[in-house]
């Protein structure tokens, strides 16, 4: 029976294959405010501006590639049973190889009817006022926006709290329900954050620090993991 490990990502995973994070210096919120286009309230008021904001992050996801980091995660399924809990909406841990990925903020490659959050499509292009989903209603991003529920939460749950092994990456673990995962995590699992920044760490007990950008952290973390077994 293999050990389970779980796994929480964010933004910071995909720093290196050149998508920006959120709060860093230069990040996506110091360009936009929140509340103009990842909120329903900025979607009732300007549609387009959210429209523009989901097109031109699509468009450059479409140009990047995963990096070190997404495929040293992909290689701990040779030993591992693995889970990865991601706040991201790129695709590029399933493009690095994972198979379980559970996407807790929704997915840019995916659209669904304003009507029926069910109703979801596949999305590589933009998309444009006056697109249908197909029960007719206007297409939107397939994403979480603030203010809005996390049902992907409930599938999350279970994974740490069964986990072995728990890893946080690149995450400043400020956007709940994600950050409260950690509190799931059972005492005697083994648990690393991973992260260059002093970023400020969790009350969990049997927590190691590796001060660390992803693609050199996560990759010294998983030949440790590899060699263990
Ligand atoms: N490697 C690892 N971590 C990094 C790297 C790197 N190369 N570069 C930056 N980081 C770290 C930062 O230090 C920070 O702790 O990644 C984290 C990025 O934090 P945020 O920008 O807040 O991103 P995230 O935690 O994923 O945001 C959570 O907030 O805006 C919402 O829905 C959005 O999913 C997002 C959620």
């Not at 979480?144 to 400043?172: C, H, L, M, Q, Y």
């Not at 950008?213 to 973390?221: F, H, I, Q, S």
Request: charged content about 25%; proline content about 6%.
């Amino acid at each position: 029976m293999k050990k389970k490990i779980a796994v929480l990502t964010g933004a910071g995973i995909s720093a290196e294959s050149g998508i920006k994070t959120f709060r860093d210096s230069g990040g996506l919120w110091e360009e936009h405010r929140i509340e103009d286009v990842a909120s329903p309230e900025g979607w009732r008021r300007n549609p387009q501006l959210v429209l523009d904001f989901y097109n031109q992050r699509r468009r450059q996801l479409l140009q990047v590639a995963p990096n070190r980091a997404h495929y040293a995660l992909a290689e701990l399924e040779s030993k591992y049973s693995v889970t990865i809990i991601t706040q991201n909406v790129d695709d590029l841990h399933e493009r690095a190889g994972s198979t379980q990925v559970i996407h807790l903020h929704g997915e840019l490659l995916k659209a669904r009817s304003v009507l029926n959050e069910h109703c979801i499509v596949p999305c590589h292009s933009d998309i444009k006022l006056g697109d249908k989903a197909p029960d007719g209603a206007q297409l939107r991003p397939h994403i979480v926006w603030f203010g809005e529920a996390v049902p992907e939460i409930e599938n999350a749950i279970p994974k740490v709290r069964e986990a072995d092994i728990f890893i946080i990456i690149g995450t400043s673990l400020v956007v709940y329900p994600a950050a409260g995962l950690v509190n799931y995590a059972r005492y005697e699992a083994r648990k690393w954050l991973i992260d260059p920044n002093d970023t400020p760490m969790p009350l969990v007990p049997n927590l190691r620090f590796i001060q660390q950008k992803a693609t050199v952290g996560v990759d010294m973390l998983v030949k440790q993991l590899l060699a263990d077994v």
